[in-house]
């Protein structure tokens, strides 16, 4: 029995070690000549669960508009083709503190994606796109983030896993940004290239560190005196 409850601890702690956003680091995904114009989220009509925290529509534009900024904004895109990205936040529900076992309530939040194409002034998909959004797999949404997470940090995962499925959509489509599936390919390719060359070197250097300071003669203790190197050869 100890023994098992060591083991899902041991899962617990290994999952919890493979959350992050540290695709936000890399380079952006290619979407040609692109730049964000408005970033529109519409939450007026958000339905809750009945087994859920509280969150305000305001609550959801604010997250959902930092996440969308912080994937397709300036800092990563700063092309001369303006799109208007608009999100509808149709449902939610943040897991509460709970029993903190697998069954533990999840959270989850469902979104309706449009996109449209400013100088055309028209939207490019025909249908809202619609996505049904979790936290995702990790220690902390095992045993149900209402033990583990406040409310504002469940709806920055959700939000941020949200927009990162838009971006998935959105490549699904390069001919929304002038480009053939083929010209798409060499993009990622070369994107893939340059994250695993940055990879690499990051990776050398650190060897490099490790060499030298393993090669560093040890630090004196303190108090301790050097060796009268002078007074032995006399």
């Known amino acids: 029995m100890f023994?098992?409850?060591?083991a899902s601890f041991a899962l617990v702690l290994t999952l919890a070690a493979c959350g992050g956003k540290a695709d936000l680091n890399e380079p952006p995904m290619p979407f040609g000549d692109f730049v964000l114009g408005h970033n529109i989220i519409v939450a007026d009509n958000v339905q809750k669960v009945p087994i859920s925290r509280d969150a305000t529509p305001e609550e959801w534009q604010k997250v959902m508009q930092k996440a969308v900024d912080d994937r397709f904004g300036q800092k990563r895109y700063q092309g001369s083709r303006i799109y208007n990205i608009g999100i509808s936040v149709d449902g939610y529900a943040l897991a509460p503190p709970g029993i903190p076992v697998v069954?533990?309530?999840?959270?989850?939040?469902?979104i309706t994606a449009n996109i449209w194409d400013d100088a055309?002034?028209?939207?490019l998909n025909e249908e809202g796109k619609k996505f049904t959004i979790f936290e995702g797999l990790s220690g902390e949404s095992v045993i149900g983030t209402g033990l583990t997470r406040t409310k504002a940090q469940q709806m920055?995962?959700?939000?941020?896993n949200a927009v990162q499925k838009v971006e998935a959509w959105l490549l699904d489509n390069p001919e929304w940004f002038g480009m053939t599936k083929d010209q798409q390919k060499e993009l990622l390719a070369a994107r893939e290239a340059e994250i695993e060359s940055t990879a690499a070197a990051a990776s050398e250097k650190g060897a490099?560190?490790?060499a030298e300071e393993s090669a560093a003669?040890?630090?004196?203790?303190?108090?301790a005196e050097m060796p009268d190197t002078g007074a032995a050869a006399g």
């Open 3 to 6: 023994q098992r409850g060591i």
């Open 120 to 123: 055309q002034g028209k939207k």
């Open 103 to 110: 069954a533990a309530p999840k959270s989850v939040l469902a």
């Open 156 to 160: 920055e995962a959700l939000s941020y």
């Open 217 to 223: 003669p040890p630090a004196a203790a303190d108090g």
């Open 208 to 210: 490099a560190a490790a």
